[in-house]
């Protein structure tokens, strides 16, 4: 299975933008990236995914790089609510059977 | 907009026991996974349905560990003589599988957390 790197932990202060950064130099062409997050004491959450295509819905904005070698979630405006465990998954497009997840970026957010 | 419902939220047993979790998924999914979290880790899949067939087991999931989903609908995990290595949390997901037509996300419970004594 492909792999992703992550940085273990990023600091932003709140309302300003986050770029929180991903490598997946291994990625084949029907793998999707996916992002999920997960806050402190409850279940993963689904952020945003993309095949090759930058991507935007309301809560983030995934950029992905023209090799599709790494990609980078947005977060255009960090609230204290953001704080969480970020994962950047590679979930193959044929089966999409379980996710693969490794530790993740944990995102802490400053008032 | 219900979401995945696990039950309980939080299981205390001694070891040797066995223990049973219920997942319900979303109404109108299709697919059902389990997953495994401990402390500082990240989840890591155990098993997954699609409707009732069990279509993929992790090496994780040992023969004390099993799976069912008898209608489709909801779904249990069974831990039978649990050992202390057990005690983690234990993640459900769901998700609608519409084979080549478009990729969708997997919903998550909040989970059981199993604490073995």
């Known amino acids: 299975d492909a792999k992703t790197t992550q940085p273990n932990s990023m600091e932003s202060n709140e309302e300003e933008p986050v770029h929180l950064p991903c490598n997946h130099s291994?990625?084949?062409?029907?793998?999707?990236i996916h992002w999920y997050r997960q806050l402190p004491s409850q279940g993963p959450e689904y952020v945003i995914h993309g095949l090759t295509s930058n991507v935007n819905n309301r809560m983030a904005s995934l950029a992905i790089a023209e090799d599709r070698k790494s990609s980078t979630l947005i977060l255009h405006r960090a609230t204290l609510r953001d704080a969480a465990v970020y994962y950047c998954?590679?979930?193959?497009?044929?089966?999409?059977?379980?996710?693969?997840f490794g530790k993740g970026t944990k995102l802490s957010v400053k008032p | 907009d219900t979401g995945v419902s696990q039950n309980p939220r939080h299981k205390i047993t001694k070891r040797g026991q066995n223990v049973t979790f219920r997942c319900d998924p979303i109404s109108e999914h299709n697919r059902l996974y389990w997953y495994r979290q401990t402390l500082g880790q990240g989840p890591e899949f155990l098993t997954y349905?699609?409707?009732?067939?069990?279509?993929?087991k992790s090496r994780l999931l040992s023969d004390r560990f099993s799976a069912e989903r008898p209608k489709g609908s909801f779904s249990t995990l069974e831990i039978q003589r649990t050992e202390q290595g057990d005690s983690a949390m234990y993640l459900c997901?769901?998700?609608?599988?519409?084979?080549?037509?478009?990729?969708?996300?997997?919903?998550f419970g909040d989970g059981t957390r199993l604490s073995i004594l």
């Open positions: 349905f699609q409707n009732e067939a069990q279509l993929e």
């Open positions: 291994t990625i084949s062409g029907t793998d999707y």
């Open positions: 998954i590679l979930n193959y497009g044929g089966s999409q059977g379980n996710l693969i």
């Open positions: 997901a769901s998700s609608l599988f519409l084979g080549g037509a478009g990729h969708q996300p997997q919903h």
